[in-house]
């Protein structure tokens, strides 16, 4: 790595400044468990590295009356260790929890795992379910775009040359609206997702669903959101024939490919029963808060 | 290549050092400062032979840039025993022979001391979850297990008294 330099500057527009004004290709840091790794393997060549856990928004979680602010380098260890945070939205929790081993969870940030943007990404479809934003600075300022804005396919994302993310806005819960995160590896830990699936939703009068929103990973470029899904399920109590609604939009929703972890049949099977099972944890919760 | 300069504490010393920018915290332990008791089993997050902790958190040192140890607070395996006495972790391995090669056990040791000051009384499946991210090719992890379980009794033992 010929020529490699690292700052590690203490303010949002010394960053954006860094980034901007740096010739070649200039990549954040955070925790580093994929950059890190891509730097190893030459996959990323890059000419800086901008340290970006020396910036006092990007690390920590604030509670902003209406809605939670993530810092967008945050480790997964301090997301665990916030009790509010977990009560109110345990899908996002045991999402984050989910990534790696608890040397990951020390290091591993909610920006990494959605700027990283692998379609797996354990943390990103809770996250978006819960119709959280999220503040990019740039050149030009901030500007604050839902999550599902960010990832445009595989390593691919809509941030522009000097802009990076500062910190996730995650709405607080309406009374009876809860989520859940579910993902199907062949072991129970240190895996990749063959589907990851968050089901968020909020019930109305005698439990029956009055919104929704359903979010798929690993079966297609991109987490993605499913519209199709919710309205399966909103108007509807979680019975058979809403479940079999769900499972089918879930089905119909994932466009995945064959690899080492499973192959394109086997995916949408899996993710029409995943959706099931998150759907049924989401209701559950949501009936007793 | 520049070379960095970096103060740090590692094991309740200061520091200082000069790396390069791609250099991992791994690399700078043993090839700098030859503290060669971190290993590198897979250099990509998934063994867990390189573990230390910093500022109390957990981490897989070859996952860290050297540069980013600046004004952190570094403890590796060497740092874990006091002086000549061997920390409970140290000791019941040796009794419990929870060990073959040896090349997993100064990860496990990292990680199984960083459990026990955060939850001094673990379930066996809790130390089992805590220590997924440490692998051994050679006990099986029983012995592992075992060893961490009757360290943590003797530790709170040692605490009551
Ligand atoms: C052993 C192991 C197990 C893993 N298991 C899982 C798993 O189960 N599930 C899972 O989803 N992931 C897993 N991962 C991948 C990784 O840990 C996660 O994606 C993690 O959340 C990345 O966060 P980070 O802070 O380490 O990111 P970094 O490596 O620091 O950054 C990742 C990418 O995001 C960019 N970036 C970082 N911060 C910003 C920012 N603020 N603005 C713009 N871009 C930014 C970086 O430039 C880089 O391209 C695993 C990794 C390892 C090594
Ligand atoms: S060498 Fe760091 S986890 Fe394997
Ligand atoms: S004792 Fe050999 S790898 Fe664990």
């Known amino acids: 790595m010929p020529g490699l330099s690292f700052i590690a500057p203490t303010t949002i527009d010394e960053a954006v400044r860094a980034l901007a004004s740096a010739p070649g290709l200039a990549k954040c840091l955070a925790g580093g468990t994929d950059l890190l790794v891509q730097l190893r393997s030459g996959r990323s060549r890059p000419e800086l590295i901008v340290d970006t856990k020396r910036i006092p928004d990007l690390i920590g979680i604030r509670d902003a009356g209406d809605h939670f602010v993530i810092g967008a380098a945050t480790p997964g260890a301090s997301i665990s260790a916030c009790a509010p945070l977990c009560r109110a939205w345990p899908g996002i929790t045991e999402a984050v929890d989910l990534i790696g081993s608890q040397q990951i969870q020390g290091r591993a940030s909610l920006g990494g795992n959605l700027c990283n943007a692998s379609p797996a990404a354990d943390s990103v479809p809770a996250v978006i379910a819960a119709r959280a934003t999220c503040v990019v600075a740039g050149p030009e300022g901030t500007r604050e775009v839902p999550v599902e804005a960010i990832v445009t396919g595989p390593g691919q994302t809509s941030l522009k040359k000097g802009e990076f993310l500062v910190e996730f806005h995650v709405p607080k819960p309406a009374p009876h609206q809860s989520d859940a995160y579910l993902r199907f590896i062949p072991r129970t830990e240190m895996d990749i997702a063959v589907v990851g699936c968050a089901v968020n939703v909020t019930l109305g009068e005698r439990g029956v669903c009055r919104d929704a929103r359903v979010v798929l990973g690993a079966v297609a470029p991109t987490p993605i959101l499913v519209p199709e899904a919710a309205e399966a399920l909103v108007g509807h109590w979680l019975d058979e024939e809403t479940l079999a609604r769900l499972d089918a939009a879930a089905r119909r929703a994932s466009k995945p490919i064959t690899d080492k972890r499973g192959t394109i049949e086997y995916r949408i099977k899996v993710a029409g029963v995943l959706a099931r099972r998150t759907a049924a944890i989401a209701f559950k919760r949501a009936g007793e808060c | ?161």
């Open chain 2, 1 to 161: 290549m520049k070379k960095y300069h970096v103060s740090t504490t590692i094991n309740g010393e200061p520091v200082e050092f000069l790396c390069e920018p791609q250099q991992t915290l791994l690399d700078v332990l043993r090839d700098t400062l030859n503290l060669t008791g971190s290993k590198e089993g897979c250099a990509s997050g998934d063994c867990g032979a390189c573990t230390v902790i910093v500022d109390g958190r957990m981490v897989c040192s070859c996952l860290m840039l050297g540069v980013e140890a600046e004004g952190r607070t570094v403890t590796t395996v060497e740092g874990i025993a006091t002086g000549d006495t061997l920390h409970p972790v140290q000791q019941k391995f040796l009794e419990h022979a929870a060990l073959q090669c040896g090349f997993c056990t100064p990860g496990f040791i990292v990680a199984a001391k960083a459990l026990l000051d955060e939850n001094p009384n673990p379930t066996e499946e809790e130390a089992r979850y805590w220590l997924a991210g440490n692998l051994c090719r050679c006990t099986g992890y029983d012995k592992i297990i075992r060893a961490v379980l009757d360290a943590a009794s003797e530790m709170r033992r040692e605490a009551a008294e």
